[in-house]
């Protein structure tokens, strides 16, 4: 597995999340400005191919683009050996979208419900798009208070999986007395009320780690009142990638591959900053960030060393 941040997009299978689509620009702005370097696999996925990713998404396959059996085990083979995979759904689960994502997910404990959430008190605007407040503690999770999970789909959880490689949990769930959904119950979409539905997957599976998905419109930023800019879920984007992209399995690799994580700026000095690497004083972001920490370093051992 190489060391490089990159990330990886599925484009074998039809996928809706795509780096050109104008609906994702700010996401893929995002992955930009944060010096990773972003790649696609077109025309089938192999071990090879993902072997050159850190993280890989597969953003809602459509229209019958399933993955093959011998996709699922390079995929599967790419986690264990510590690769990272974000998997996105969307609303009606892969009847809906036509997809085979769950022969994948099960694998992990994870399934893609065939329904949509809606909630009648908890939404923003529109009982389809639910906010959801209730989250397990988790680094993912940290300074989140609430989203958006707008016309997205539900997620099981099979924890008969888990062994001492593999486990798997729900960190954030729909409300427990307002929420619904609509379900496909093999031949018909009925209604039924749902408490605390899983809405948010996240797994380590051998070396690697899930995070699973059902809402495409988190990503998009087309509308600030469900999208990437609503409520929390740009935070909740920034920490999934960042706990996807941070992996060390040994002690060596703790001390010589850099942690990777979201933090905000203050205004003034990020354009100060980005005026800095303009005149190309330093390289990028990174760069800018460990030289100021190594100098705050030095002068607070300087002072502890004066104070003795």
């Not at 930009?32 to 370097?37: A, E, R």
């Not at 998997?87 to 892969?94: H, L, Q, R, S, T």
């Not at 397990?136 to 208070?145: C, G, S, V």
Request: charged share 25%.
């Amino acid at each position: 597995m190489k060391t490089e941040f990159n990330i990886g997009f599925d484009y074998s299978h039809q996928n809706k999340l795509t780096i050109e689509d104008p609906g994702f620009n700010d996401f893929i702005e995002y992955l930009f400005n944060s010096d990773l370097k972003l790649g696609k696999i077109e025309a089938g996925i192999t071990y090879e191919k993902l072997s050159d990713y850190n993280v890989f998404i597969i953003g809602v396959p459509i229209a019958d683009s399933h993955l093959s059996s011998e996709e699922i085990e390079y995929l599967t083979r790419y986690v264990k050996d510590g690769g990272s995979l974000l998997i996105v759904n969307d609303k009606g689960g892969e009847i809906k979208n036509k997809n085979n994502l769950n022969d994948l997910t099960r694998i992990f404990g994870i399934k893609f419900n065939p329904d949509q959430l809606f909630d009648n008190e908890n939404y923003s605007k529109d009982i389809s798009r639910p906010i959801i407040k209730d989250f397990k503690t988790h680094f993912i999770t940290r300074d989140i208070t609430q989203i958006i999970h707008s016309n997205g789909c539900t997620i099981e959880i099979d924890k008969s999986v888990e062994t001492e490689d593999i486990d798997v949990v729900a960190i954030g769930v729909s409300s427990e007395e307002s929420a619904w959904h609509k379900i496909f119950d093999g031949e018909d979409w009925i209604d039924e009320p749902v408490e605390n539905a899983p809405i948010i997957a996240i797994g380590h599976y051998g070396m690697g780690k899930i995070v699973a998905i059902g809402n495409l419109s988190l990503f998009s930023g087309f509308h600030a009142l469900y999208g990437i800019h609503a409520a929390d879920n740009f935070k909740l984007i920034a920490n999934i990638i960042s706990w996807l992209m941070n992996k060390a399995h040994s002690q060596e690799a703790q001390l010589s591959q850099p942690i990777y994580i979201t933090v905000p700026i203050e205004q003034d000095l990020y354009y100060w900053m980005k005026e800095k690497l303009d005149e190309e004083r330093w390289k990028n972001v990174e760069e800018v960030v460990n030289f100021a920490l190594k100098v705050v370093k030095f002068r607070m051992r300087k002072q502890d060393s004066q104070e003795e």
